[in-house]
């Protein structure tokens, strides 16, 4: 049912009913998609843990049409060790014949067979608009079947209706209502490897590439590579290119290379065209450098791989927590709701219609074929269409005739400001990301970029020189920080030598980039303006921290490199562990944030993760222990517990380790390990990148409004649900539990539930319900459970 809470409209699902009779099919339809094994998981695990009974519908749409053993009930067990795959273990299929009303009447008849009338179909719009048409024809394929003496009458009065739920399944982030589909983030994974990988080569030899990158009529994949590769130029469906973009492409890469540049990327979509409507492939554009450059390049088709291998840290939890959703929206539906679709809006999971998300999504091919450019971008998103100007800008060298021009949300107010930018607190992998937006982005407004060295203690020391476009060329790619970092919080007697290097270098406004150190270091400066006047100055606070914990902001940069990191570890000692019979306790990052902690269970199914935010008793981890043995007297080999590094002063992991060792009685082995700083090293993740140019340029859009106003204000950058904005640092204790060094509200706290229903069987998990937003939120009330947005 529908109702209100404070945090806004839920749907709720009574704990008591008793739903053993009833039964719920899960298909994969279409182009398969990493994650989607996720999805099925989650779709059976939560399924059984609400007392209904699950079903798996092989190699999608086919196997309905089919029948028999395409059609069978699954167990937990069955849907152990597939998180980590790619594909999808239930298959899936072009079906023709279920097209036709013949297939789908067939169909219908092997799904009454199993007494199943509820589906969660994982698929494309394809997929998606072919299960409304079958949910629409239900009715009259049981009244026909019935006549034919194919069902029984009983069967008949029980499956009136057909209650369906659509999850997309895929890479091209193609369907119009959800910020992300499934698939999305592991193919730009695929993609972004790729490209570091090519640019060290083409450097090598000054050359050029064409890389082509899956996209029949969506962009978002080229487009969001090329900025998160640092691609020189970018064809996409949505923006078909004009008469003379020969010429155009080739005076942007030889200005790339007059900047300093060794190499020049080139991305294509694989349904990239010009404006007459003729394919755009990698020849045609090789062949057009040729006649125009004295360059051979070289063609890169990436094909298949950007489907293929294991989903992305991403790409496990999101489904799972779609599949979660499923489950519960379908048991909930009632013959008169309409067919949705669940997918990701502003942070939050939210339903949509699923035959106006289907014609959305076919209408941008309409509207491209009208001409109207803009509408089909728009259709997309704003964040599609923000990252179109800024991947301009980044890739622009700048011309000194086209500054003014280079940003239109550029102000002229304050073209000649000097702004620095400084690292403080932990290490971040997306920092270096962060600082080359900010200098590029910078200079296009006109501004004198500055970089300082070494932190607050190198500011004291005068380390700041002035950073040109290509001083910044190839950081994106790139972990650590070229600029550096440091955890300690200035001191009382430092504030002095940074007053004067803030007076000496003529800064008018700083960007620090860091994790909490670096807020309570300017919260700490914001309070001794009237000592040190040179502190009355513009700072805006970027968020960047492993631990995501950060006010004001639901993710930190560095935080899903981190989680992608800790979830390839966990992989690995899980593959080792199942060798023999035992548990692992593992430790993760965060200090008292348990965030990374969570998220990774979540990602790699660990049966057990221990939060700072959700302490144990001794009893507790008694039972827990207790729980443990029995799993493996069921035959369970394999066990894994995630411990947060501050879960405890006193249960430590090695504490942990001990009891269950203790209660094992040679049973099973035990072993624990600290996965340590590999969590902060390696290149950025595409997601943290993005979101690093993302909060770059709203924080640069955030300093250009303070320079017109006259405004000195520190202030940290964030984004919450659909919102990037900016508060001042004054309020940071409204936000923050300094003691805890975490915010008051973390919202992937919410998530905690489905942990504990995917992993453990017969946990007795507590089935609390994922609120989710409909299609158009009601006015003045936004929905609050955030999950992540690209």
């Not at 209660?663 to 072993?671: A, K, N, P, Q, T």
């Amino acid at each position: 049912m529908l109702g209100e809470s404070a945090l806004g409209p839920t749907i709720t699902v009574s704990h008591r009913r008793d739903l053993s009779g009833v039964r719920i099919g899960v298909l994969t339809s279409g182009g398969d998609a990493q994650g989607m094994n996720a999805a099925v998981r989650a779709v059976v695990r939560t399924t059984l843990a609400h007392g209904a009974c699950p079903y798996a519908i092989r190699e999608g749409w086919s196997g309905a049409v089919t029948g028999g053993d395409a059609i069978r009930e699954v167990t937990w067990s069955d849907s152990s060790g597939i998180l980590a795959e790619g594909g999808t273990v239930i298959g899936t299929a072009r079906c023709p014949e279920f097209r036709v009303y013949e297939g789908r009447h067939a169909a219908a008849l092997h799904l009454l067979e199993h007494d199943i009338d509820r589906l969660v179909v994982i698929g494309g719009d394809g997929s998606l608009s072919g299960t409304d048409e079958f949910r629409g024809e239900w009715a009259r394929h049981v009244s026909e079947l019935l006549a034919e003496g194919a069902i029984s009458q009983e069967t008949a009065d029980r499956h009136p209706s057909l209650f369906v739920v659509g999850l997309v399944g895929s890479i091209d982030n193609d369907m119009v209502g959800t910020d992300m589909t499934i698939g999305a983030d592991t193919a730009l994974h695929r993609i972004v490897d790729a490209i570091d990988q090519i640019s060290s080569t083409a450097a090598s030899h000054q050359r050029t590439f064409i890389v082509e990158v899956m996209g029949r009529h969506c962009g978002y994949l080229p487009l969001m590579g090329a900025v998160a590769g640092g691609a020189d130029y970018v064809f996409t469906p949505e923006d078909p290119v004009g008469p003379g973009w020969e010429d155009d492409m080739c005076t942007k890469l030889r200005q790339g290379r007059d900047a300093g540049r060794r190499e020049s990327i080139i991305l294509v979509a694989e349904g990239a065209t010009d404006r007459d409507g003729e394919r755009l492939d990698t020849q045609r554009i090789a062949e057009a450098l040729r006649e125009r450059t004295d360059e051979d390049p070289r063609i890169t088709i990436l094909g298949h791989v950007q489907r293929g291998g294991s989903p992305s840290a991403y790409d496990r939890w999101m489904p799972t927590l779609l599949g979660y959703a499923a489950v519960q929206e379908i048991l909930s539906a009632t013959a008169e709701d309409e067919a949705c679709i669940l997918g990701v809006r502003n942070n939050r999971v939210t339903r949509i219609p699923l035959m106006r998300a289907v014609r959305e999504t076919r209408a941008v091919k309409d509207l491209i074929a009208a001409g109207d450019y803009e509408a089909a971008q728009a259709a997309r998103g704003a964040s599609f269409t923000t990252m179109v100007r800024i991947h301009d800008i980044l890739s622009s060298p700048p011309q000194a005739e086209a500054i003014d021009a280079a940003d239109p949300s550029a102000s002229s107010v304050g073209a000649d400001r000097r702004v620095a930018i400084l690292h403080a607190g932990g290490l971040a992998p997306g920092m270096n990301t962060a600082a080359r937006a900010a200098v590029r982005l910078g200079i296009a407004r006109g501004w004198t970029m500055l970089g300082v060295e070494g932190s607050w203690s190198g500011l004291g020391e005068n380390q700041v020189r002035e950073l040109s476009w290509s001083d910044v060329e190839g950081w994106a790619f790139h972990g650590g920080a070229e600029l550096g970092t440091r955890r300690p919080v200035p001191t009382v007697e430092q504030y002095y030598a940074i007053g004067r290097a803030i007076e000496r270098n003529e800064i008018d406004a700083l960007l620090v980039i860091g994790g909490l150190n670096a807020y309570l270091a300017v919260r700490d400066l914001v309070g001794e303006v009237d000592r040190y006047p040179a502190f009355r100055i513009p700072i805006i606070l970027v968020p960047a921290s492993i631990d995501n914990n950060l006010p004001g902001s639901e993710l930190s940069i560095g935080a899903d490199t981190a989680l992608n990191n800790a979830v390839w570890a966990l992989d690995r000692i899980k593959e080792s562990a199942a060798a023999s019979k035992r548990c692992f306790v593992a430790e993760v990052m965060g200090r008292k944030c348990g965030y990374l902690t969570l998220m990774s269970g979540i990602a790699c199914g660990a049966e057990y993760a221990y939060l700072n935010e959700l302490p144990e008793t001794l009893s507790q981890i008694d039972e827990d222990a207790a729980r443990l043995r029995a799993t493996f007297e069921g035959g369970r080999r394999l066990f894994l517990v995630l411990v947060n590094e501050e879960a405890s002063p006193y249960y430590d992991r090695e504490f942990l380790a001990t009891v269950f060792e203790a209660e094992s009685h040679g049973l099973y082995d035990v072993r624990n390990s600290a996965l340590g700083h590999l969590q902060q090293g390696g290149a950025p993740s595409p997601f943290d990148r993005l979101l690093a140019t993302r909060l770059v340029h709203a924080a640069l859009g955030q300093l250009s409004s303070q320079f017109e106003a006259g405004d000195t204000r520190a202030v940290y950058i964030g984004t919450v649900g659909s919102t990037t904005g900016a508060r001042p640092v004054e309020h940071m204790d409204e936000d923050l539990d300094a003691s805890n060094r975490r915010p008051y509200d973390q919202w992937w706290m919410d998530l905690h539930p489905v942990l504990e229903a995917v992993s453990m069987e017969n946990a007795d998990a507590d089935l609390a319900p994922v609120t989710i937003a409909p299609a158009h939120p009601v006015v003045g009330r936004e929905p609050v459970t955030p999950f992540r947005v690209h």
